[in-house]
């Protein structure tokens, strides 16, 4: 037997111990040492693996267990770091998507109703469940109807109908809903037969789970690492070429003679050495650490964004918000505060009343009746707060304060629907039926003729007068709704003789931050368009005070003015378009889809069922966080607190995020061709191999790994909303970045060849073994000193630095293992110990491409007028 009270808190215990929570095991998630396996999977890895195999085979007399023991270290450390990191991220992105699941479910328990997790339903609930709500378990309907989306489970994009069964001739699954579908419309209560891996969608929970697509982005990202590998392949071999070029025929004069009497062994050491050294710059040029980038930065700012109520659900939605051009918002609880509160009572006679226990006895509780059974929001007794519902029906529940009566019967409702804007309830009082209509005052005023006075006396309608005092209310921003009664339980269009019970005005405050966040987002050249339910003279109102509207050029239009202009027509309202009154969730689709057209990058925020199509449409989608669940599922960015401010904070991050992609692949790119140049070169000027094996795994680890960490530090920067945004299809390496590359990487090669042939600089060092360890330290402090470079397009390179606190000690990180390599004695790295006279000279020499950057800095400011990324 069902207690309609619910489960007591014992009961819950006893279900959860027989039955197991409703928490659902998706796919396995990769652990550490997976990731770390992977890593050793690598290309590089294996090709460098091969070569040092070949070189134990072909030269195990000469072997120098010293470096091999060295490589095979470093191969270890680099593969260490790499998995780390990618756990790292791994696991901050897996916390943010659990964030975003996170869902809290309406149930009745110990004769109360309350909210609690989803993971915390438990077999015997009963659930309360509404339009756009999730089905949290699989469940048996016990009163009301429903429509419900099952395509998550059936891939039918179709509604279907839902209630309980009364009739043995009816379909037994018709009273039966899923976990993981979606309520579309209607209401009902049911009790939980299955939870957890035990439902159907549990038992589907790994081929359900979703694999996000690379983004746009990344998939850039990667194309650009395949054509830079590729380069660095080609020139792995023209090394290797020119390498055993030099041994073979400079080095010997062109004396055939010599060359025809190269030994096999010999010839067998110098194709391995060839080989060692392509594999060497093959570590260098391949960048594969670009297309983690992306993650990188996503994990690393991940809190920050939580902190900011910005939840990432889809890593393509926080690239483009960077690169919005539109935005279309909702007004209430993103512009304004969403804490609706109700400022006073209109009676047909225009009297007005600021709290019900001004009216008489009758009226009060014809008043009462309509806030609270035509109504989505329920009062939690344990509590005392309202819950569920949306801002609008929480507002009117607390004016009425008070509990349902159980002698009172709902019968049957039609909620609340963005096209018909108004919901009906048929209620069962004194052995009577009671339709309540609530709603958006020209809709129930069309039927409407007579009011209810102040003692509850029927009388005629003046509707002029009404209306007249409605839009001079609505024009000071406050929202009207319109409530009557009928005794006909006909449809509310069918006839014209229901009675206005009264017009209830509901003030939403505009947030403080508000007209600061709208003017960011202009500034950002990013054109603001507030899509609202309200009217006309309420929106404009609204939208003045914020600052959306702010000349006589910017065009606001209702939703019927909207569907009397042809595609051309509204194609040419869009930029200029800033207030859409009385919208459908289909004009939010089609502008989303027109703008779009234009070629401009749109975003949407939505809340509701009906608003998933326009945000799936969307170029990225905010979903507010008191929305449905089917609002937050369509979208890519979830704002936890509804706030426009936290969706110009999206728009930063977006920015900040391709910022820093492209500061990494600066300084990536700039030591990836000069490492090659040089290796290329090298053999022509009698430096056959002046950065060894292990030595190129250590600057490899620097500009890859360490560098990705530094740079996915740098801090959102408000000078980033000043820029005007990139284009669609804009290259991720511009005209500014690839004047750093070849400026940077031509005196970096140009430094390294003087270092390395001037006798001048070679008598400064003790002997040969000094002279290479300096050079080894050169190069690693010449990428040092160009993290400072790259990481600010001003010309002061401490800009912002002690916010980017992970940076500074990423670079003592550096140069203490750096030290550590040269002055510990050990020598895997094939180092001596310098002196400090000698460390003196290479710190000297390895500062200089900080002026030099400067200057080129300066050059571009003057002929440009200005600098940047």
Known sequence: MLNSNGLTNKEVNESRNKYGSNSINGKNKSTFISLFIETLGDPIIKILLIALFIKVIFLFKDFDYFETIGIVVAILVASLISAVSEYGSNKAFQRMQEESSKINIKVKRNGNITEIPIDDIVVGDIVLLSSGDKVPADITIISGKLSVDESSLNGEAKEVYKEKVNDINKPMDINKIYRGTTIYDGAASGVVTKVGMDTLYGKMAKSLVEKEEDSPLKIRLTNLAKIISRIGYVAATMIAISYLFSKIFILNNFNFAIISNISFNTFIGYLLEALTLAVSVLVMSVPEGLPMMITLVLSTNSKKM???????????????????????????????????????????????????????????????????????????????????????????????????DDEIKIIDRVLFNSKNKYSTSIIEKDNKKIKLIKGAPDKVLKYTSNYLDENGKVKVLDKDRLN??????????????????????????????????????????????????????????????????????????????????????????????????????VKKLIPRLRVVARALPEDKKRLVTLAKELNLVTGMTGDGVNDSIALKKADVSFAMGSGTEVAKEASDIVITDDNILSISKAILYGRTIFKNIRKFIIFQLTINLAATSLALIGPFIGVPSPITVIQMLWINMVMDTLAGLAFSYEVPKKEYMMEVPKKR???????????????????????????????????????????????????????VNNLFNTRTHRLNIFNHILENKPFIFIVIFIILIQGFIVYSGINIFGTTIINIKELIIIFLISISIIPVDFIRKCILKKLRGDIGV
């Open 306 to 404: 939580l902190k900011d109520n910005v939840l990432v659900r889809k890593m393509v939605g926080i690239e483009t918000a960077g690169s919005l051009n539109i935005l279309f918002t909702d007004k209430t609880g993103t512009i304004t505060k969403g804490k609706m509160e109700v400022v006073k009572v209109l009676l047909g006679n225009l009297n007005e009343y600021n709290s019900k226990l001004e009216l008489s006895d009758t009226y009060q509780r014809l008043l009462e009746d309509s806030l609270i059974y035509n109504n989505e929001s329920e009062y939690d007794k344990s509590s005392g707060n309202v819950i569920g519902g949306n801002i609008t029906d929480k507002a009117l529940l607390r004016f009425a304060s008070k509990y349902k």
């Open 468 to 569: 007249n005092y409605i839009n001079n209310e609505t024009n000071n921003g406050l929202r009207a709704i319109a409530l009557s009664i009928s005794e006909s339980i006909y449809p509310v269009d069918s006839i014209r003789r229901n009675i206005l019970v009264g017009i209830i005005f509901i003030k939403d405050e505009i947030r403080e931050e508000a007209v600061d966040s709208v003017k960011l987002i202009k500034n950002a050249g990013i054109n603001i368009v507030m899509v609202t339910g309200d009217s006309l003279s309420t929106g404009v109102s609204i939208a003045k005070e914020v600052g959306i509207i702010d000349n006589e050029e910017d065009a606001s239009i209702t939703s019927n003015e909207l569907n009397k202009l042809s595609n051309e027509e």
């Open 729 to 783: 299809d804009e290259s991720i390496i511009n005209r500014y970045m690839l004047n750093e590359i070849v400026v940077s990487s031509i005196y970096l090669l140009g430094v390294s060849i003087l270092f390395l042939k001037l006798p001048i600089i070679g008598n400064m060092f003790v002997n040969k073994e000094h002279f290479m360890t300096a050079f080894f330290t050169l190069f690693i402090f010449l990428a």
